[in-house]
Every structure is written in structure tokens, then in C-alpha cells.
T-cell receptor, first 114, second 115 residues
């Protein structure tokens, strides 16, 4: 079984500041890990994914995440926040097999202050 | 990336009526699709896994007779909310794995409001 924990349901940063959204996972098998972003009243858009290749994964919009097995973490970062980054972010895990269902974290709402 | 569409995007219906939501994979075939439900300011809750040509697999606590799922082709899955009640009001999202099987693509969601 897999699960993810997102620490901090709300994160607020100033425009231009570092964004750090935390995700820790639990999995009985080598995991695939994902970060998705959701804007109001919209579906989910894939930001990036880890599928057992490089541990530092770069995604869209300047986001990246690092898979750390020893810490069971997959934190999402962006060096400089933009106002347009304000959204809900979800970390998700699956068991590494094609077709497996995703298990989502509870989400982190990112606010960006001018 | 792969595209998944949903129709309608919003629907308002009276209590007791049934509502059908369509989920289509536009540029790839999907033998498996997933249906999620999302309440305001909450995460996605998996309702069921839709399998082409066979019965859907429902998550614990989801009423299969209330949420009917039909996956009649490799590009279309439908979710029918039968005898809808106000507590069924929610945001329903579908998804499907892309061709390589490494990324799950999501539809834009359907907002259902039952009066």
C-alpha cells in the first residue's frame, strides 16, 4: 500500500521568494511520485514526476523536486515564486506499475503575496 | 501530453434525477480510466476504476448502484449519478494513464450541483 503526507495545508510566500512544498511518502514497493497543480474549478495538471530514473526531476513552470529515498521525501521547490503560482498542489504516489491507481495527499494551497 | 476531456463542465439538476458525465481520451486509447470526487478545499477521493469491456471496480464505501460506470470503448467512460441528491453535489474528475503508462492525465472536471 502507498500513502503520501503533505505537511502544511497552506503555505504563503512573497513574490520572488523560494517555494518549498513538502511531501513524504510511504510505499511497500519502489514508488512512482507525482506533483500536480490545480487552479480553481479546473482539473489537475502534471507538474513533474519521478519514475525511478534521475532523482532530481525538473518540471514545468520552473518547478523541480528531488526524490530522497533515505528521507522518503519528494519535496517540490521553485527558486522564485510568481503570482501565477498561486494554486493548490497535490503530491501523489503509485506503486510503480502501469495502470496502478494514484493515492493523493491532502494538498497544499500556495498563496503568493505581492 | 495526452488530453482527457469531460462533458459537461457544469450541470445543475433537480433532486431525484440522473446525471451522466462523459470522460474521453482524445488522442490515445485508455483501457483503464479513473473517477474521482473532490469536495471543496479537499483532496481527490478515488471512487472507482473503469475498465474497458468489464465491470468497474469500486472503492470501499462507494455505492455502485448509485454511481454507474460504463466503459464501452477505449476512449469513453461514463459516470451516471442516479437519483441525485444534494449531498452528491461535488466536483467529479476523471483520469487515464497515458500511452507509456507512466503519467496519469486528468480531465478538466465536472461540477455537479443538485438542488
Amino acid at each position: 500500500a502507498q500513502s503520501v503526507t503533505q505537511l502544511g495545508s497552506h503555505v504563503s510566500v512573497s513574490e520572488g521568494a523560494l517555494v518549498l512544498l513538502r511531501c513524504n511518502y510511504s510505499s511497500s514497493v519502489p514508488p512512482y511520485l507525482f506533483w500536480y497543480v490545480q487552479y480553481p474549478n479546473q482539473g489537475l495538471q502534471l507538474l513533474l514526476k519521478y519514475t525511478s530514473a534521475a532523482t532530481l526531476v525538473k518540471g514545468i513552470n520552473g518547478f523541480e523536486a528531488e526524490f530522497k529515498k533515505s528521507e522518503t521525501s519528494f519535496h517540490l521547490t521553485k527558486p522564485s515564486a510568481h503570482m501565477s503560482d498561486a494554486a493548490e498542489y497535490f503530491c501523489a504516489v503509485t506503486g510503480g506499475s502501469s495502470g496502478d491507481k494514484l493515492t493523493f495527499g491532502t494538498g497544499t494551497r500556495l498563496a503568493v503575496r505581492p | 501530453g495526452a488530453v482527457v476531456s469531460q462533458h459537461p463542465s457544469r450541470v445543475i439538476c433537480k433532486s431525484g434525477t440522473s446525471v451522466k458525465i462523459e470522460c474521453r481520451s482524445l488522442d490515445f486509447q485508455a483501457t483503464t480510466m479513473f473517477w474521482y470526487r473532490q469536495f471543496p478545499k479537499q483532496s481527490l477521493m478515488l471512487m472507482a476504476t473503469s475498465n474497458e469491456g468489464s465491470k468497474a471496480t469500486y472503492e470501499q464505501g462507494v455505492e455502485k448502484d448509485k454511481f454507474l460506470i460504463n466503459h464501452a470503448s477505449l476512449t469513453l467512460s461514463t459516470l451516471t449519478v442516479t437519483s441525485a441528491h444534494p449531498e452528491d453535489s461535488s466536483f467529479y474528475i476523471c483520469s487515464a494513464w497515458g500511452l507509456a503508462g507512466e503519467t496519469q492525465y486528468f480531465g478538466p472536471g465536472t461540477r455537479l450541483l443538485v438542488l
